[in-house]
């Protein structure tokens, strides 16, 4: 029988729980309640999060210790990818470097007959990643996610690290 998991253990299991499932709430609140909508990179950000939530539940629900730990670490890692995408993210929206996606492109009209020019603005993006929709103090909701999601993760390995 494996023993019960030490405190910093429940505490990195609660919070890889609890920090995905409030960003994820966060964004849907942003964007249901505050008509933020998100933009392509908002989306990727939210992937990891969610694939997340499922093994930090399951570690709750195992009765392994090695097999919960092995979950909260995967859950800590997805939430540390979420960040990294935030911060590239961020990075557009601040023009630190140009986007990777069309979202991030200005549709040029020039040259255009009517017709392909109201062809080139139905296909452009709606919300744009290169422009911040929300800040607070400077940082975007994008930076906001990296700041958390990476402080979050890396605060979920520590405690896993010192548990052993």
């Known amino acids: 029988m494996s023993r019960p998991l030490t405190a910093d253990e429940r505490r990195a299991r609660a919070l890889a729980l609890l920090l995905p ?6 964004a849907w609140t942003s964007q249901l309640i505050g008509h933020l909508y998100p933009c392509e990179m908002c989306h990727w950000q939210r992937w990891p999060h969610y694939a997340a939530l499922p093994f930090a539940l399951l570690a709750f629900l195992v009765p392994q210790r090695s097999i919960a730990k092995a979950l909260v670490i995967v859950a800590a890692l997805l939430i540390a990818i979420s960040g990294a995408i935030g911060i590239a993210h961020a990075g557009v929206e601040y023009h630190w470097w140009n986007g990777f996606t069309a979202c991030t492109q200005t549709v040029d009209l020039r040259g255009l007959g009517p017709e392909a ?17 929300w800040t607070l103090a400077g940082i975007s909701l994008a930076g906001f996610n990296a700041i958390l999601s990476i402080g979050g993760a890396g605060l979920i390995l520590w ?5 052993r």
Do not use: E, K, N, Y
């Not at 020019?117 to 929709?133: G, N, S």
């Not at 405690?159 to 548990?163: D, E, G, H, P, Q």
């Open 117 to 133: 020019r109201l062809d080139a603005l139905m296909r452009a993006p709606v919300v744009r990643c290169d422009v911040a929709q």
């Open 159 to 163: 405690w896993m690290r010192t548990s």
């Open 21 to 26: 499932a409030a960003l994820l709430a966060g």
